[in-house]
């Protein structure tokens, strides 16, 4: 009788475990207090901001040296000698210096290219302390719900450990079975002084990331989830979205537009200018034309522009190698965790649980040597559970880094 007693209990602690593990990740709480987080650490952080600011003075810097050069005017006066006789000479002279016009043209194309660089950069930028947030954030929610499960052990055990002392004395007890529950009630003690210690430190890490304004994580729920695309799928959306990838590819577009400046540079400047000359009371005065002859000043500028085009083009099969192999490594991570985390919950049907221990305990269907290897193997199977939950969520955080 007592084994089907104990059989039909633990079959529906089976079933309520289930249950309780399957709807624990909840649905959409957790989503948007994430996305206020990021969005503050957006609008605080100050490497953001001093990143941005930079490219701001890059882009007026990529606008400057697009016009022809400023104009030069010369004025001479020389005293001649001797005076009755030389008199004093008068000039002045104003001349302009132009590139070859087409040029010009090429130089705002190359600006244009540039400029549109500066934004792949920034995003870059911007994700990689984004993604920081977040996986900070879903680090914070791991750890509070370790908060809340050491909450509840700790209150068990030291139930447990008052009770083992109070049958000691009453002579119901062996010394053995005090040490065991409290060197249980010790070691727990022990984890939540950790986790309280790391939940500091991540939300200090938090708080520099927001520019120095507090963030408090209180989430116990990460994210709702779906279910990733067909790796190919994914990996074609990523490469398209791809920031650093977009920046490669432009840096070749860029040099691209400085082989054709460094050509147009190569042909003949023009300079027209006005010159007047006053001497002995008599004044000359007329236009000035001059063309620069292109015959050794850049003579190896185009082959070097048509080399750093063939240096961009291997960077761009480069990255885009590397980029195969980190998503495919993500990707397969992805898998192995989504399969390990439908293996735990169907294990966890057949676990026993601390509450169910805890009784088969008191009513002597178990020793208490038994208690305390089931209910190690039990906390060391859901404890497995909660950080394959968090590397699973914190895989899925990176593969979309993308979107931030």
Known sequence: MKNISKTVCMNTWRRLFFCFIVLFPGTGFAQGNLEKVLASVAQHNKAIAANKQYWEARKLALRTGLTPENPEVVYDYMRGRPQEIAGNQHDFTVTQQFDFPTAYSKKKALSKEQIAQTEFQAAAFRQDILLEAKLSYLEMVYLNRQK???ARRLQTSERLYHDYQKKFKQGFASILEVNKSRIQLTTLQNE????????????????QLNGGNVIAVTDTLYPAQTQLPAYEVMDSVVEVNDPILKTVKQQREIAVKEKEVARALTLPKLGAGYHSQAILGQTFNGGRVGVSVPLWQDKNKVKQKEAEILYSELQIQSHRTEHLHDIKALYDRYESLRAGLVDYQNLMQDVKSDVLLAKALRLGEISSIE?????TYFYNAYDNYLALKKEYNQVVARLYKFAL
């Open 192 to 207: 939540v002084r950790q986790i309280e210690s790391q939940l500091k430190l991540y939300t200090e890490k938090l708080t």
């Open 148 to 150: 809340v499960t050491l």
């Open 371 to 375: 208690y305390f290897m089931e209910l």
